[in-house]
């Protein structure tokens, strides 16, 4: 059965601090792996990492993969209050039936204290 | 952007009653819908995926005679959820992917997602 499991599970930090979010993953025929925030409704598309060593970033937003260790950080400098949110790490790989299939992790709430 | 829509966002409803929930795509052709649950402090969880036009694939452990799936055309997906009990309450969350979206570059769009309450 595929896992993904997030460290930390839930996360305080001060305005301005840096924080650096865990993803580790154990799944069958691997494609790709998607960092998602999710406030109060649906989660919204960060990053699709499909390629190890390979850094994306998005203003103050990034994230890398390593697929021979099996995990991705995200990393987030400068954190501001609008940043505080639930963080899901999602693998995508083939189903056994031969589709596409989304497998999420348990998230880390992160809250950012003014 | 592509945008996915969801009715009703929040319903609810008697034990022993039936909700359909809607799940549109409203500036894309979406081959196939994907519909998940999320329960308090969860994470998602994987229901069934729907493709247009054949029977829905639904997870181990997802009753397909409860949680009915029907992807009738490329932009509409309904979830119906029979005889609801309390334990069905959650949040309901469908997701449509992009018809001409290739190669490995994959992407799901999210529906704003549903509340269900079931007393």
């Known amino acids: 059965e595929d896992k993904v499991v997030q460290s930390p599970l839930s996360l305080v930090v001060h305005e301005g601090d840096t924080v650096t979010l865990n993803c580790s993953y154990e799944v069958t025929n691997f494609r790709s792996l998607l960092w998602y925030k999710q406030e109060k409704k649906a989660p919204t598309f960060l990053f699709m990492l499909t390629s190890s060593g390979i850094e994306k970033k998005s203003g103050r937003l990034s994230s890398i993969l390593d697929k021979k260790e099996l995990f991705s950080i995200l990393n987030i400098t400068a954190t501001q209050t609008g940043d505080s949110a639930i963080y899901l790490c999602a693998v995508e790989a083939i189903s056994n039936f031969g589709n596409e299939k989304l497998t999420f992790g348990t998230g880390t709430r992160l809250t950012i204290i003014p | 952007g592509a945008v996915v829509s969801q009715h009703p966002s929040w319903v609810i409803c008697k034990s022993g009653t039936s909700v359909k929930i809607e799940c549109r795509s409203l500036d894309f052709q979406a081959t196939t819908m994907f519909w998940y649950r999320q329960f308090p402090k969860q994470s998602l969880m994987l229901m069934a995926t729907s493709n247009e036009g054949s029977k829905a694939t639904y997870e181990q452990g997802v009753e397909k005679d409860k949680f009915l799936i029907n992807h009738a055309s490329l932009t509409l997906s309904t979830l119906t959820v029979t005889s609801a009990h309390p334990e069905d309450s959650s949040f309901y969350i469908c997701?449509?992917?992009?018809?001409?979206?290739?190669?490995?570059?994959?992407?799901?769009?999210f529906g704003p997602g549903t509340r269900l309450t079931v007393t």
């Open positions: 997701s449509a992917r992009d018809l001409f979206r290739t190669g490995v570059a994959y992407e799901q769009y």
